[in-house]
């Protein structure tokens, strides 16, 4: 009986699962907990680079969301105005620990953010598998200016359009467009700085 | 592989060929593009890299398998979201609360007294009765007192001339009646 209503409430959608919260059913809320936790920690991580952090600020993201789930608006995504509130959520943080930030970028007169960290350099192999990739580019998104790092995450790890990326950080979508190519660019400079080849 | 890139030609839609990948042009530019790229090495070569690290991108930043929640995250943050919530209380839950804990108390207090000898409720029960008792008292005293006031008041009206001096008076004598009263009630309750 049990295992029934569990069953039913994973197949609820997003949208009847906030009814659901909204009318006090705890259960609603709980799954979209439970649905999104994963993928909102692992945002928040990659932007903050610190595993305490990111279960605090994702913590915070949900109560800000339970809190404001009247406000919810169903002619959005969930998800994307879930991440919009940890996007902001995560820029908040940094802002309060604006020491490791300061170093991390500065914006020139384009609007563009240059990198200002020394990057380390690994030996690179040739013929490295694309599994094996896996790590380096990790190490090359945390390199990147917050403002940047941020639209990589949305686009590559959260699969965004760019309307929804406009969406959630509340950017102009000419300024996701030139950012995301920046960003894409910069990375692909720290790769051939790197000693990577092929992209 | 091709670390010296070379530079696109200045008619070149570099700029675009990664929206071109992310499926993110209208179709008509779209259709420019692969016209290009079907006469530009140049661009061909830049798409097929680009295409080559977006893969990578995507099959890099997709996982998630590198984050362990706490094993009982998930209750933690819903316990903690409740706990704290505001937006989602109505007003109609706070009248229910407080008719809630009002019915309880009542249920408690009859329950108790039902089973009979309870010392504790019984020196509750006389409280109660004593407080019944002297607002009982109040209410007459104050009942007798206004009643004393209107006779007073409706005799003096009958039997004076409203003139204007006359009507000077009433106050006057109001605040002596009030002030005789009270000193009364005073001298009644230290007796």
């Known amino acids: 009986m049990r295992l029934t209503a569990l069953e039913n409430i994973q197949k609820m959608t997003d949208v009847e699962l906030i009814a659901k919260a909204i009318r006090g059913r705890e259960d609603g809320f709980e799954e979209l907990v439970r649905r999104y936790q994963r993928p909102i920690t692992n945002y928040v991580y990659r932007m903050l680079n610190d595993y305490d952090s990111s279960l605090d600020v994702t913590q915070e993201v949900f109560i800000k969301v339970y809190n404001s789930l009247k406000k919810y608006s169903s002619e959005y995504k969930f998800s994307t105005w879930l991440y919009r509130i940890a996007h902001n959520a995560a820029i908040d943080h940094m802002r309060r620990n604006t020491v490791n930030q300061q170093s991390l970028e500065t914006e020139n007169g384009d609007g563009a953010y240059q990198l200002q960290i020394e990057s380390p350099n690994p030996t690179p192999e040739q013929d490295r598998e694309l599994s094996e990739w896996r790590t380096e580019i990790e190490a090359v998104v945390k390199c990147l200016p917050a403002a940047y790092r941020d639209l990589i995450l949305l686009r590559h790890s959260r699969d965004l359009s760019y309307d929804e990326i406009a969406e959630v950080t509340q950017l102009p979508l000419g300024t996701v467009k030139n950012r995301l190519f920046r960003a894409r660019e910069m990375m692909r400079e720290i790769f051939i700085e790197r000693g990577f080849s092929g992209f | ?191």
């Open chain 2, 1 to 191: 592989m091709d670390l010296e890139r070379e530079q696109p030609e200045f008619d070149c839609p570099s700029g675009e060929i990664s929206s071109y990948i992310d499926g993110e042009l209208l179709p008509s530019r779209e259709l420019e593009l692969e016209r290009h790229f079907i006469s530009c090495e140049t661009c061909r070569s830049e798409l097929n890299l680009q295409k080559k690290f977006l893969i990578a991108l995507d099959h890099a930043l997709e996982s998630e398998e590198e984050i362990d929640l706490p094993a009982n995250f998930t209750k933690v943050v819903v316990a903690n979201a409740e706990s704290r919530v505001s937006g989602l209380r109505r007003r109609s839950e706070r009248y229910n609360a407080f008719f809630v804990c009002a019915g309880l108390f009542l249920i408690i207090i009859f329950a108790l007294g039902a089973s009979g000898t309870n010392t504790a409720l019984d020196g509750f029960f006389v409280v109660v009765q004593k407080l019944v008792a002297v607002g009982g008292f109040v209410v007459h005293m104050i009942y007798d007192i206004a009643i004393g006031a209107v006779i007073i008041l409706r005799s003096l009206a009958s039997r004076f001339v409203l003139d204007s001096s006359i009507k000077l008076l009433f106050p006057g004598l109001a605040v002596v009646y009030i002030y005789i009263v009270s000193r009364l009630i005073s001298l009644i309750s230290r007796s």
